[in-house]
């Protein structure tokens, strides 16, 4: 496609991003990010990230830095939240296009840039507001910088590898070293340059860079927090969470190659056919890129903690194999195969709404609010978007369309349905009955404990320092089916759906 048609799919996916700026959180992760960082910022201490009373080692600090400086700029409030994290994706795709047309002749940066951030699970991951997005941009720009040192040898790609890793261990622990550690291995074994890599592992210059960069928040953290502590957030969140499952999070060896088609979904035969038609024994880019995919698909197929974003950490090199089969099929006009396939996408989409209303008919779920469900199985601006959608894919056939405009305008449909509809669906049924009680909540000076429910996006909305403990105070949060473990009177306070807070009795 032309590079004016290009520039304007690029406002439109922009564009798709404003909406979830205003979109409520999502409990557990962005919710306990959320009120970290708030406590942070409400308590004046930002070296230990801290939820209520409790540590909150999950992951270091500084997503929780970046979010309490986006918060003391723009109010506490989502747009403060997600903004770093879609910043973070708008430059992590900037670079990596940048990178493709650096060593890839003839390409294209804006189809690069849209293919990753039109990934529907790239999409996903880009605005949440969490520490995934940071940390696949740092992983990114470690793996240009690797790739850039083995070509040209220049000391300074080396020292913002060491920069890259410095951020990406503040942002999410040893992660991006397993990662970048070995897809550099692997790469230069297989290009029968180890010399390359030791040079790599020994130079000074990067380790001086690396430590720069983290001793001042090591040193401190080090000396505020016990052995037990340290190997908790560094190790055991890393390399535990490889041999150990984690919150109930497994699943078979071959749980992302399932989960694969449903991140890339338009795009699945794409990038399919363009790893097929990688030129790994000719050229070096094309081995370091299959590389890259391959390792993190291997290593956390057989991780014991198997998550969904997980696999994202190695599908930026996906945006240049979905782009090297648009490439070779750019005049190629729409054809049937492309019709159906893509009808049955938007179709299956359609089915969503009619198949969560059944499922909440047959089983009672409290996490979950019925009347929006019902609501969104009647959605009519929604039926007759798809089916306008599915009509434009089948007129498409008989003006000749080129395929590459059926494929991106599938893609970008997606995520302007993912952002306007699905999200705020899916919000307003897990949430919003928390967001109510929680503004309540705002108007009570005492402090406020949680009752057998986990979620923190709860304090956030009611401005208030998380507790999970019934002693702290004689005012609870909880959900209705937890009442009968509450042996106490009480008294209702407010009410909202499945959750409640209530007053208990002296």
Known sequence: MNNSLNKIFIVIVMACYLPVFFLGLFDLDEGAFAATSLQMVKQNQYLVPYIGEELRLEKPIFTYWVQAVSMSLFGA????????????????????????????????????????????????????????????????????????????????????????????????????????????????????????????????????????????????????????????????QTFGRFTNTFEKHDGPFFYYLFLLPIILLPYFWDAVKGFLNLKIRNIRFESFIFIWFVFVLVFFSFSST??????????????????????????????????????????????????????????TNFEVSTIVLNEFKNDLSLIIFIFLL??????????????????????????????????????????????????????????????????????????????RDLKETDIIFTRIDKLAFLDEKYEIISEHGNYLLLKIEQ
Not at 120 to 146: K, Y
Not at 169 to 182: Q, R, W
Not at 414 to 427: C, D, E, G, Q
Request: aromatic share 18%.
């Open 77 to 236: 409030n989502e747009f403060a939240l997600r903004f770093p994290s879609v910043i973070a994706s708008f430059l992590w795709g900037f670079c990596f296009a940048d990178f493709v047309k650096r060593y890839s002749n003839n390409s294209s940066r804006s189809e690069i840039f849209l293919n990753l951030l039109t990934i529907p699970g790239v999409f996903i991951i880009s605005f949440a507001a969490t520490a995934d997005a940071l940390l696949n941009l740092f992983i990114t720009l470690l793996m240009i910088s690797l790739f850039d040192y083995s070509e040209k040898k220049e000391d300074k790609f080396l020292i913002w590898a060491g920069i890259f890793v410095a951020l990406g261990f503040l942002t999410k622990g040893l992660t991006i070293i397993a990662i970048g550690g070995m897809v550099a291995l692997l790469y230069f074994i297989y290009q029968r340059r180890l010399r390359v890599f030791f040079s790599i592992v020994f130079s000074w210059k990067a380790w001086l860079a690396f430590f720069l960069v983290v001793s001042p928040w090591l040193v401190l953290i080090i000396q505020n927090l016990g052995p037990g502590e340290l190997n908790y957030l560094f190790f055991d």
């Open 306 to 363: 198997k998550l969904p974003h997980y696999i994202i950490y190695g599908s930026t090199p996906l945006a240049y194999l979905i782009y090297k089969n648009h490439l070779s099929h750019k005049n190629t006009k729409v054809n049937l195969l492309a019709v159906s396939f893509h009808a049955t996408i938007w179709l299956m989409i359609l089915s969503l709404p009619f198949y969560l209303s059944y499922l909440a008919s047959v089983q």
């Open 390 to 467: 599915v009509a434009f894919f089948i007129f498409s056939y008989f003006l000749s369309f080129r395929l590459m405009f059926l494929k991106r305008i599938s893609a970008i449909a997606l995520l302007a349905v993912l952002t306007t509809k699905i999200l705020p669906f899916i919000n307003d049924a897990t949430q919003e009955d928390i967001r109510k009680v929680a503004f309540d909540a705002r108007e009570i000076s005492q402090k406020i404990s949680m009752f057998k429910v986990n979620k923190p996006s709860f304090s956030f909305y009611a401005d208030k320092i998380s507790y």
